[in-house]
Structures are given as C-alpha cells and as structure tokens.
C-alpha cells in the first residue's frame, strides 16, 4: 500500500567502520533524528512522571496499545483524536501491540491460531486479541509507528515453543499488514525465534519479504544472557531492509545501546533508565552511580555537573537521595527526570560521533564505563522481566 508523503525515514550519514549510521525518521507528529532512545509510557504516562517532563526529556515515546484499549479505553481516546492529543505530547509516539504481556502471568491466558487469549488485570474479563483487532485499536490511537501482532516466547522456552511462536508471528504479522490501511502510521514486523540462530534467520528473512514499513527485533531483554541476546540481534540483521528503520524492543543499557548501534540498529526503548532512577541509580557520563550511597549525603552539588535537566539545575544530589531514602513520589520524579534526560544527551553524542567519524571510540569509552561485566559475557540482561513456568 503506497505510503503518505508525510512519513519517510531516510539515512543521512554512514558510519565508515561499523554498520551505526544516522537517519530522519519523518511522522505526522515530527521528524525525529535516529539513532535515538523512547521512553517507556506504557499506558499513555510513567511512573511519576508524565508528558509535561517527556516533553523536555524525550525524542519520542512508545506506549501499549493493549493497554490503553482496556484503560481509559478506545472510545475515550478516540473521543481526543488520538493518543498525542489525548497525553498532550506531540512527539512522535510509538505503539507495541501488548504481545510482551504474554510474559505476564496476570494477563496471558493460552494462545490459539488466532491470536492471544488475554484476561484483563483490571476486571478479569477474557477476551481475544487478534491481528484484525489490534490493527483496528493502533490506527484509531492515531500514532506514527505501531507494532504487528507477534507471539513473545519466554527466555526459557524450548525449541518447539520458539517454532511454535514463530510460527504465530508470522500468520499474525501477516494479518496484520493486511488489516493495516493507515497510509500516515508506520507498521513494524516484528522478528522473534528467541535464541535459535536458524529460527531468527528465518523470521528475519520473512520479515523482509512482507515488506513491513519498519522492522523491530523483539523477544530479547527477557533475563537471557548478554551473549544469547546479540546472537539473536546479529542472526536477524543481514537479513533485515537496510532501508528500513530497525527497531530494538526493551533495550536500554548505553553500553547495550551503542554495541546496537554499531550493528545498524536506529530506535530503543526499555524501562530500565526509568526503573533504575526510581531505586537511586543515576546515569552519568563517567558511568551509574548509586545516590542513596551515605557519600552524597551532603552533595551541595547536583547529581552530575553539567547536567542541564530540571532537576540538576534545581535541586542538590543530597535532596535528590532524602527524597528517595523517604520514598516520596518526588525525589523518584525528579530522579526519572534526571536519567531520562542523560538519555537523550547521550543519544544526541553518539549521533555527533557517527557524524564526526569518531563512533567506534565513543563505543568503546561508554562500554567501558558502564559495562563492568565486560569480561563476563554469561551476565543476564532483563532481570526483571520473569520467567514463566514451562
């Protein structure tokens, strides 16, 4: 289906030693420059934090479709024309699908060849998503990029679980570009094959000949190991558009991000930066640092100097740590504020970096300062993301 001429994504710049380059990705709701980092607002907000601090933190956020279906619900949405106006953020918003509650053991009920059978947290009701109707919920959210229906394997599936869960993938993913009509909405394939090497080839491959608008690799970041999730991100890569804006669902370690990067990777969104803060671990350009730690008890200073956020222009790193020690929804605030801010700072030097030819050393200099692990590749990635029973 011919796309509108408001959304595109083009590359600008190609790194000339590794695959990271730079690209416009143009929506409705603005362009944004790639490679950037979204954060996560799973059900149209944040914990503590909402669309007024996006607004000077983000380049763009994704939400939960299946979420916000259920709460507020689709009329409500629909009633705002859409889910910007409906949050008041006018970046561009993408939307995952809700196929990741499957690793919710209060929302997933069984799987069927025609969707997700899903019990709803809120009420208990039971219902079925399928491709025609999570098709039919992203176009009438109205946001720019929106994910296909996918089958999420656990991390400790068996192999006949993970072919099983392909295999749902791409009937749903199939559907759902079929059920797709919204000529100014991005729609993303989505590969899976958990941490079989053949089975992501394969989902690549036919995530490429379905000729998606954009393609994302999901079913990583779920607690496997730092080897096992580049395995599967470097087994889908050679087979994805090059042209395409590639996505990388639930991904959020900078040391994580710029090795992404590297590979040709451009979006990412993922909890952690925002769950770290709400705990006292605050991201820096010399690495993390845990706040509540006694030694910035009485930090006149703010938590990392030279940081232009609300809250390091505001406020001490010591009020900042008596906030959290308290527990208070503020100090978490302004801790997210502070992390999710570095972010996009950090977003926006490795943009200068590829420009400037001097990725592969910003690569090395972050892996360095935030991957402490770095001579353990065994060490998991996604911890908190648990584990079904098998």
């Avoid at 072919?163 to 749903?172: G, H, I, T, Y």
């Avoid at 053949?198 to 690799?217: C, H, P, T, Y």
Wanted: hydrophobic share 35%.
């Amino acid at each position: 289906m011919p796309k509108s001429a408001h959304i595109a994504f083009t590359i600008t710049h190609q790194d000339t030693h590794s695959a990271a380059r730079i690209g416009l990705l143009r929506t409705k709701h603005g362009t944004a420059e790639t490679p950037y980092f979204m954060a996560v607002a799973t059900k149209g907000v944040g914990k503590c934090i909402g669309p007024d601090d996006y607004a000077e933190t983000t380049d763009g956020l994704i939400a939960n479709a299946l979420i916000l279906s259920i709460r507020p619900g689709l009329d409500v949405i629909e009633a705002f024309d859409g889910v910007h106006h409906f949050m008041n953020y006018h970046k561009p918003i993408f939307l995952d699908c809700g196929a990741f509650q499957m690793l919710r053991e209060s929302f997933l009920e069984t799987t069927s060849k025609k969707g997700i059978h899903f019990k709803s947290p809120f009420d208990g009701k039971r219902f079925l998503l399928t491709p025609e109707k999570i098709m039919e919920i992203e176009q009438k959210l109205d946001a720019d990029c929106v994910m296909a229906l996918d089958d999420v394997a656990p991390y400790n599936a068996t192999r006949a679980q993970y072919e099983k869960s392909l295999e749902n993938a791409m009937r749903w993913g199939a559907l759902s570009k079929k059920y797709h009509t919204k000529k100014d909405q991005f729609l993303y394939g989505i590969v899976q094959g958990g941490y079989e090497k053949d089975l992501r080839e394969k989902s690549a491959q036919w995530v490429r000949e379905m000729d998606f608008d954009g393609n994302a690799i999901g079913g990583v970041a779920i607690g496997e190991t730092r080897a096992e999730m580049f395995l599967a991100i470097n087994a889908s890569l050679p087979h994805l558009d090059p042209k395409k804006p590639k996505h990388l669902l639930g991904v959020g370690s900078p040391d994580d991000i710029v090795e992404a990067v590297s590979l040709g990777l451009d979006t990412f969104d993922s909890v952690y930066p925002t769950q770290a803060a709400r705990h006292g671990t605050m991201f820096t350009f010399q690495g993390k640092i845990d706040i509540i730690k006694g030694i910035y008890a009485k930090e006149k200073g703010p938590i990392e100097k030279g940081c232009d956020c609300f809250t390091c222009r505001t406020f001490s790193a010591s009020y900042v740590r008596h906030l959290l020690k308290l527990n208070e929804p503020a100090g978490k605030r302004y801790a997210t504020i502070h992390n999710l801010r570095f972010m996009q700072r950090f977003m926006e030097e490795v943009r200068q970096s590829i420009k400037k030819g001097t990725f592969e050393t910003y690569k090395k200099h972050i892996i360095d300062i935030y991957r402490k692990d770095k001579h353990h590749p065994t060490h998991a990635v996604g911890t908190n993301v648990s584990k079904k029973k098998q």
